[in-house]
């Protein structure tokens, strides 16, 4: 499956009025995040990077559609994708690509490190993977 606007019309990755018109800077971010994670001893889908480059994308811009009212008065409308969507969607992204590297909520509830950043440090630390913290780490509780 390749990342393409497509892949951000359908819950929960929907942005308002995306386009095909995207999908070179849609290319360009799902690169971004590949070389950015440099995930090694797991291959990470599609399917989990989809997650991160709607992160990054909605970043970039705003989308911008445009809606008619009446027969003639054209309104614009810029969206900002949801604040709390996109760390939801980043979370989400995380929580998948941990059980991609055999990081459990379990395994780490029985961690004494002080932080899930440490806990994941030190499991990874006696295998062969390796991958850019950031993208194992949850941004936020909400």
């Known amino acids: 499956m390749a990342i393409t606007n497509a ?21 360009a971010i799902k690169n971004f995040v590949v070389s950015d994670m440099a995930a090694v001893g797991v ?7 989809s997650y991160f480059v709607y992160w ?27 604040f ?9 992204g995380a929580t998948i690509l941990r059980t991609e590297f055999g990081i459990t909520q379990a395994i780490l509830d029985n961690r004494i490190e002080t932080s899930d950043t440490e806990k994941i440090k030190s499991i990874l630390l006696g295998s062969d993977l390796s991958v850019n ?9 909400i």
């Open 56 to 82: 990054f994308l909605c970043q970039e811009a705003a989308t911008t559609v445009t809606a008619k009212t009446g027969e003639t008065a054209p309104i614009s409308k810029t969206t900002y994708p949801d």
């Open 84 to 92: 709390s969507k996109q760390i939801r969607t980043w979370n989400l």
């Open 7 to 27: 892949t951000f019309k359908t819950f929960p990755l929907e942005i308002e009025g995306i386009t095909s018109e995207w999908d070179t800077q849609i290319t």
């Open 43 to 49: 291959t990470v889908s599609d399917t989990i990077l």
């Open 133 to 141: 913290q950031k993208y194992l780490s949850k941004i936020s509780l």
